[in-house]
């Protein structure tokens, strides 16, 4: 305990020292304030610093930064991409609808540094025009729905191949 309190005193010491050594060393005019009070705000901290660690509350700035940014700027980076994607997905939603389809479903996988499309699946059916009669097929439940024109759009304007797109 009393080698913590040293310690303690010592870093004060130091802190001071470098403060005024600091302060001699700025020329006189208008920076000097502020150079007076990022001084005052480090002899706080060394003075607070040790208190904070007695009370079990680690308050480092190196610990704080590191931790913080990093888990913002990979949360926010994760977050700008997810809407890039479902910005992306939107889009062609909207594209193939003018096309003439109505669109289920629609997932766009992308790889790890969401640089490149590896696939688009999309469940879509054809709209159907209110004003025409539809033929009945009779003895074959199957429609024959032929998807070229939607295939053909997105290779043409997400340069992807025909593997790449899934349509159910």
Do not use: H
């Not at 700008?80 to 909207?94: A, N």
């Not at 629609?106 to 054809?126: A, C, G, R, T």
Request: glycine share 4%.
């Amino acid at each position: 305990m009393i080698n913590i309190i040293r310690q303690w005193c010592e870093g004060i010491v130091v802190a001071i020292v470098l403060s005024v050594i600091i302060e001699l060393l700025v020329p006189e005019g208008n920076n000097k304030k502020y150079v007076k009070v990022v001084i005052g705000v480090y002899i706080v901290f060394v003075v607070i610093n040790p208190l904070l660690k007695l009370m079990n509350y680690d308050f480092s700035l190196k610990s704080f930064y590191d931790n913080t940014e990093k888990n913002n700027y990979s949360n926010v980076n994760t977050e700008i991409k997810d809407v890039y994607i479902l910005g992306i997905e939107e889009e062609l939603k909207k594209q193939i609808e003018d096309l003439g389809y109505i669109v289920n479903d629609l997932k766009i996988n992308v790889d790890n540094n969401y640089e490149n499309i590896n696939s688009i699946k999309m469940n879509i059916e054809k709209k159907e025009n209110e004003n025409v009669i539809k033929p009945i097929n009779i003895g074959n439940d199957e429609e024959d729905i032929n998807y070229n024109d939607v295939i053909e759009y997105i290779k043409e304007n997400y340069i992807l191949e025909d593997s790449q797109i899934i349509i159910n």
